[in-house]
Each structure stands twice: as structure tokens, then as C-alpha cells.
């Protein structure tokens, strides 16, 4: 079983910056993998905020655009999600995903997504 592994949330205040970080325990995404990151609030469906595709395309939530940063640092074999001006909006259960393979499309729906990992919280206060 693949694990997707996040971490970085936390608590900051409306307007502050937090930045999550994802990286596999059993397995290393190759460079061109897509990957993906969701968020979840209690009581709501789960949605996508930004994606990646094999030539680092990304797509962004339109709630989020301007402010969210998709990455992946292709050395350490990590994704990143630069979270940034947060609103009393965004908190949620953040998720990390991977379609497991290539994609030429930053597709924020969750199917698709092979492997997820355990979310990490985030929340903001003001």
C-alpha cells in the first residue's frame, strides 16, 4: 500500500502564510507524476485546490488563485503547497494525491487521484 505522507498544517492568523509538504513513505513519485492537493471541510465534499501535471502545469481553485502555490522540489521528491493571505474560509483537512502516473492535464477532480495520503489540518483564526 502506498502512503502519501503530509505535514505543515497548523493554526495562523487571517492573512498569515502556512506551507504543506508531502512526500511518499513507501514509494518515490517520479518527476512527471501528477499530483494534486484537496481540502475538506466538515459537513462539505471534498475539492480540489491546485494541481500539477507532467510538465509542471498547474491549476488553481478560484477561491484560492493568487494565493495558493503548487510546487515540487524534484530533488527531495517532494510536494509543496505555499499557502498564502489565508482567509477564515480555507480551513479544512488538506490531502495530498498523486494519479500514480504521466497526465497532460492539472485535473482538480478526485477521481483519478490513485493515492492519497492521511491530511493534515489547517486552521485560521482572527
Known amino acids: 500500500q502506498v502512503q502519501l505522507v503530509e505535514s505543515g498544517g497548523g493554526s495562523v492568523q487571517a492573512g498569515g502564510s502556512l506551507r504543506l509538504s508531502c512526500t511518499a513513505s513507501?514509494?518515490?513519485?517520479?518527476?512527471?507524476?501528477?499530483m494534486g492537493w484537496f481540502r475538506q471541510a466538515p459537513g462539505q465534499e471534498r475539492e480540489g485546490v491546485a494541481a500539477l501535471d507532467s510538465d509542471d502545469n498547474s491549476r488553481y481553485a478560484d477561491s484560492v488563485q493568487g494565493r495558493f502555490v503548487i510546487s515540487r522540489d524534484k530533488a527531495e521528491n517532494t510536494l509543496y503547497l505555499q499557502m498564502n493571505s489565508l482567509k477564515p474560509e480555507d480551513p479544512a483537512m488538506y490531502y495530498c494525491?498523486?494519479?500514480?502516473?504521466?497526465?497532460?492535464?492539472?485535473?482538480?477532480?478526485?477521481?483519478?487521484?490513485?493515492?492519497w495520503g492521511q491530511g493534515t489540518q489547517v486552521t485560521v483564526s482572527s
Open positions: 494525491a498523486t494519479r500514480g502516473g504521466f497526465c497532460t492535464d492539472p485535473t482538480l477532480r478526485t477521481d483519478g487521484y490513485a493515492y
Open positions: 513507501e514509494f518515490t513519485f517520479r518527476n512527471y507524476f501528477c
